[in-house]
C-alpha cells in the first residue's frame, strides 16, 4: 500500500466540480481584486473565529508581517517568540526589522511554555508571538496575563489551527491580532497562496487594511491619522472626483505591500470552508485512534490539553530511533516528514544571535525525536488501519 503525507488530489475528486464551477464563474465575472468572494469569505471567517474584522491577504508570513506593522512593531524592538515552529515566524519579526527572541517549548504539546517568558522580557520587548503549533492551542490565558502585566502585544500565529479553540474561545480571538495561512496543505488550504488577518481592534484593523494595498486610498489616509495620532488635515483634491474606484488610490500616506487574498483563492476558500468542521472533526477521530492504538508502544503519542478542541494539524509520534523508523515506515509505502529538523535558535541565518546547541533544550530534544505519521481526512478506514500496525511493527526497532 502506499500512502501520502497528504492526498491533495484525492479531496480535489469530491470537490472538483464545484470548483471548477466556481473558477469560471470569477473568470467571467471580470472581477478579479477584491471581489464580492473575497468580502464575503472575510465576513465568513471573521464569524467563524468570533472576531470582529477579517483582512484577507496574500499569504500567512505576509500576514504576520503586517500584524506587526500594525502594531508598531519595528526596528530596536524585540518579540519573543517560541523556538519550535516553521521558519515564516521568526522571519516576519525580522523583516519589520525587530529581534526574535527564541524561548523553549513545552514536552506535552510542544507550544511555548509560559513559565519561559517573563525571565526574557526586556525593555525592547514590544510582543508575545505564540503559534498553536500542529493545530493544538497555547496556554493564551497565561500568554495574556503576562502580557498584560508587562504593557506587551500579544499575537496569535494561527496558520496551524483554524478551527481550534482554547477552552471555549476559537483561534483567531485570542490576542490583539491573529493570522491564518490558507497554504494547500493547512487544514484549510486553497490552490496556492492566501492569508487572513483576524482582530477585535478596529484601528489595527484599519491599519492592516491599508498596509495591505500600498498604504492608499481611505485606508491609507484613516491609518495615517491614527499613527499620526489625528494630525493629518482630509486630503481634498477634485480631479480625483471622475475615478472608478476608491478616489484616494493614488494617494499613498504608508510605505506598504501589495498583499491581497486573490478572488480567485477567496471562492475557493469558500466553498472549501463548508468541510472544515468535518475535516477537522475527521482529524481528531484519527488522533484518537493513534493515540490509543500506540499507547502501549516506545512511541511517545501527543499529549494535548483536553479542555480546548485541537485539530491536528499534524499528528506527531516521537522515538528514539527515528531514522530506522522512518526508513521502516518508507518501506512500507507509508510517507512521514520531519517537523522541525532544527529549531529556530540553530538555524543558520540566526547564528549571529549567539544562541548555543543546549540552551533551548526541549526543542532541541524534539528536534531529533518528532516525525508526522499521515493523518489526512481523506485516508479511508484501511488505511488507517495500515498505518496503525506498521507504526506497531516498527516499535520492534525500540527493542
Ligand atoms: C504555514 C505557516 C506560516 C506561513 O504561512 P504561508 O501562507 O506559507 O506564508 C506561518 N507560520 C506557521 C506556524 C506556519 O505553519
Not at 57 to 65: E, I, K, Q, W
Request: hydrophobic share 40%; aromatic share 10%; glycine share 6%.
Amino acid at each position: 500500500m502506499k500512502i501520502e503525507l497528504l492526498n491533495l488530489k484525492r479531496q480535489y475528486e469530491t470537490l472538483g466540480t464545484q470548483i471548477e464551477e466556481r473558477i469560471a464563474e470569477i473568470l467571467r465575472s471580470g472581477s478579479y481584486i477584491n471581489g464580492p468572494y473575497v468580502k464575503k469569505f472575510e465576513e465568513r471567517v471573521a464569524q467563524y473565529v468570533d472576531a470582529k474584522h477579517a483582512i484577507g491577504v496574500a499569504n500567512g508570513t505576509d500576514a504576520l508581517v503586517i500584524a506587526l506593522r500594525a502594531l508598531g512593531v519595528g526596528q530596536g524592538d524585540e518579540v519573543i517568540t517560541t523556538a519550535f515552529t516553521f521558519y515564516a515566524t521568526a522571519e516576519a519579526i525580522c523583516a519589520v526589522g525587530a529581534t526574535p527572541i527564541f524561548i523553549d517549548v513545552k514536552r506535552s504539546d510542544f507550544n511555548i511554555d509560559p513559565e519561559q517568558i517573563e525571565a526574557h522580557i526586556s525593555e525592547k520587548t514590544k510582543a508575545i508571538m505564540p503559534v498553536h503549533i500542529f493545530g493544538s492551542t497555547a496556554d493564551m490565558e497565561t500568554i495574556c496575563t503576562i502580557a498584560k502585566k508587562h504593557n506587551l502585544f500579544v499575537i496569535e500565529d494561527s496558520a496551524q489551527a483554524i478551527g481550534s479553540t482554547y477552552r471555549s474561545t476559537p483561534v483567531g480571538s485570542l490576542a490583539d491580532v491573529s493570522t491564518f495561512s490558507f497554504f494547500p496543505t493547512k487544514n484549510l488550504g486553497t490552490y496556492g497562496d492566501g492569508g487572513m488577518i483576524t482582530t477585535n481592534n478596529d484601528q489595527i484593523a484599519t491599519i492592516c487594511r491599508a498596509l495591505k494595498s500600498h498604504g492608499s486610498g481611505v485606508y491609507g489616509e484613516q491609518a495615517y491619522e491614527l499613527l499620526e495620532q489625528g494630525k493629518v488635515q482630509e486630503v481634498k483634491d477634485t480631479h480625483v472626483e471622475q475615478t472608478v474606484y476608491d478616489q484616494k488610490k493614488y494617494y499613498n500616506y504608508l510605505v506598504g505591500y501589495n498583499s491581497r487574498l486573490d478572488e480567485l483563492h477567496a471562492g475557493i476558500l469558500d466553498i472549501k470552508l463548508d468541510y472544515l468542521e468535518t475535516w477537522n472533526a475527521k482529524r481528531r477521530e484519527r488522533a484518537a485512534k493513534y493515540d490509543a492504538a500506540f499507547a502501549e508502544t516506545q512511541f511517545t503519542t501527543m499529549e494535548l490539553d483536553e479542555a480546548n478542541i485541537n485539530t491536528y494539524h499534524m499528528y506527531i509520534l516521537q522515538s528514539e530511533k527515528r531514522a530506522e523508523v522512518l526508513a521502516f515506515l518508507k518501506e512500507k509505502g507509508i510517507s512521514t516528514a520531519i517537523y522541525y529538523p532544527v529549531p529556530m535558535h540553530l538555524q543558520k541565518v540566526f547564528r549571529s544571535y549567539g544562541y548555543e546547541q543546549g540552551s533551548i533544550p526541549v526543542a532541541e530534544y524534539l528536534s531529533n525525536r518528532t516525525f508526522a505519521i499521515p493523518i489526512d481526512p481523506e485516508l479511508t478506514d484501511e488505511e488507517v488501519e495500515y498505518i496503525i500496525s506498521a507504526v506497531r511493527e516498527a516499535d520492534q526497532l525500540h527493542m
